[in-house]
């Protein structure tokens, strides 16, 4: 199974909400990894993960608060967003410790903040 | 990690071989060349990798200059479903095991009926 599955697909919210993005994983992966994708433009880093530890925070916004429960699962939780904060938000995962190793990426929840 | 710089897009005709360049002149010696691809609506997909030697694997071939400046991702026959935004990424291998991918603006493949 090499396969990272993100809930929901599509996700509108208003900027009073909260809501949560969910990102799992079960290729035994220990790296988990949130970016942000603005249309046309190439995804950028936000979070990473190393056996469930916060390990790289890219001077994200408070109101994005991710969160690591098990080494299986990535959540982002999301509050008081604003209409800028609409994009794709991508989850990936990879071994931890392989030099070499690739990021297998979920296939996105594509979010709308009104 | 170092820079890398790809034309905007690009055309291919399907059935023919497409070539995407990607130029990465202040590479360091232990950076690796990484390729990903992504479908529109969908997350990308890792193709290929390679340090110094030329590397081919089941989606494509990847080429190194032998001064390591630049590469060139071959899809030997393009079909539509290559259509797709391409990266190239060169990056050295994180000490803290984990991965800090930075994306450039990639190449914009076309295949053409």
């Known amino acids: 199974d090499t396969e990272v599955t993100q809930t929901p697909k599509h996700l509108v919210m208003g900027m009073t909400n909260k809501k949560s993005l969910k990102c799992e994983q079960h290729m035994g992966h220990r790296a988990m990894y949130w970016y942000k994708q603005k249309a046309k433009k190439p995804p950028e880093l936000m979070f990473v993960y190393s056996y469930e530890k916060l390990s790289i925070n890219e001077s994200v916004p408070s109101r994005f608060s991710p969160e690591c429960p098990n080494s299986s699962l990535l959540n982002l939780h999301l509050h008081a967003l604003q209409p800028e904060d609409s994009a794709l938000y991508l989850c990936a995962s990879s071994q931890v410790g392989q030099t070499q190793e690739t990021q297998y990426f979920g296939p996105g929840t594509r979010l709308l903040v009104l | 990690d170092a820079k890398t710089t790809q034309p905007p897009s690009m055309d291919c005709a399907e059935g023919r071989a497409a070539n995407l360049p990607c130029n990465h002149s202040t590479i360091s010696g232990n950076e690796y060349v990484y390729w990903y691809r992504q479908i529109h609506s969908q997350g990308p997909q890792y193709i290929i990798h390679?340090?110094?030697n030329n590397e081919t694997n089941e989606m494509a071939s990847l080429i190194i200059t032998e001064d390591r400046k630049s590469s060139t991702l071959i899809l030997p026959h393009a079909t539509l479903r290559d259509t797709a935004v391409y990266y190239c990424?060169?990056?050295?291998?994180?000490?803290?095991?984990?991965?800090?991918?930075?994306f450039g603006t990639g190449t914009k493949l076309q295949v053409i009926p």
């Open positions: 390679g340090l110094k």
């Open positions: 990424i060169v990056r050295f291998p994180h000490s803290g095991g984990y991965q800090k991918v930075t």
